[in-house]
């Protein structure tokens, strides 16, 4: 199975934020400091995620 780069970075922003998110709501109000947290989690996986290149297949010979 072939994933772009593109959806592979999507996919790790939208787990990260949804984690950040579900952790920041757990007191019932989410303040600015935790939206902030959100996005820099979001925005952290885009870029790491989108860095790491996906591995090669192997060529059979």
Do not use: C
């Amino acid at each position: 199975m072939k994933i772009s780069k593109m959806w592979k970075a999507v996919v790790g922003g939208l787990a990260a934020g949804a984690a950040a998110a579900a952790t920041a709501v757990q007191d019932g109000q989410l303040t600015t400091g935790e939206g902030v947290t959100i996005a820099l989690a979001v925005l952290g996986a885009w870029g790491v995620t989108w860095a790491v290149p996906n591995r090669q297949a192997p060529t059979e010979s």
